[in-house]
């Protein structure tokens, strides 16, 4: 079972403050690469810094980023980092809410988005990272019970592997991004 703690997000105002493209790239920026400054997140978004600190005080509010004052070397420096806390939420308990609709869609624009970059910039990468990459679908028949454990033991992996001390071994080890959809449909 994963052991990462898992936030409930309840407020519309949390789910449109993660729910800007901007916003959640730094999310993910501080997720995979750790605390950093504003003009460290504005180097890394080619965004000014004064837009970055605007988006850090909003994710801030929403308790989706924290402040790193032991990292300052001075009073003026600020250095945030990413909650701990995994984010779940539900569009049912958004019933006819923009913001949750609108969320919904960013997710899966930008889970499209880094599909679309890999097939974009593959051909740089070195074959065994070519071939290690993959894509897969399928289908099967599920209750409600067997999806939800089906969730669970997908997410106790990807967790195991996105909290794990990374081995010193001597392997080059990239970031890579893993999303998974489980959703009824029809073939």
């Keep these: 079972m994963h052991d990462r703690s898992t936030r409930e997000v309840r407020d519309s105002k949390v789910l449109a403050a993660m729910s800007h493209p ?3 790239r730094l999310l993910d920026i501080l997720r995979v ?6 003009s460290m997140l504005a180097g890394a978004t080619g965004q ?3 837009n970055i600190s605007h988006h ?7 308790d989706l980023v924290e402040e790193v004052p032991e990292l300052a070397r001075d009073r003026r ?9 995994m984010l779940a939420w539900s569009p049912s308990d958004f019933p006819d809410d923009p913001v949750a609709m609108a969320a919904e869609s960013l997710v899966l624009d930008r889970q499209t988005a880094l599909a679309r970059q890999w097939f974009a910039e593959r051909d740089g990468y070195p074959e065994p990272w070519r071939r290690a990459a993959f894509t897969t679908d399928h289908w099967a028949r599920l209750s409600v019970a067997e999806l939800a454990e089906l969730e669970e033991r997908i997410l106790d992996l990807l967790t195991s592997l996105s909290d794990r001390e990374v081995p010193d ?13 489980a959703v009824p449909g029809r073939p």
């Design 48 to 50: 000014a810094v004064g």
């Design 169 to 181: 071994d001597g392997q080059e080890r990239k970031p890579v991004f893993l999303t998974v959809r």
């Design 22 to 24: 901007l916003r959640r």
């Design 33 to 38: 690469d750790g605390p950093a400054t504003a």
């Design 56 to 62: 850090l005080k909003v994710l801030a509010a929403g």
């Design 77 to 85: 420096e600020r250095w945030w980092r990413k909650t701990p806390a």
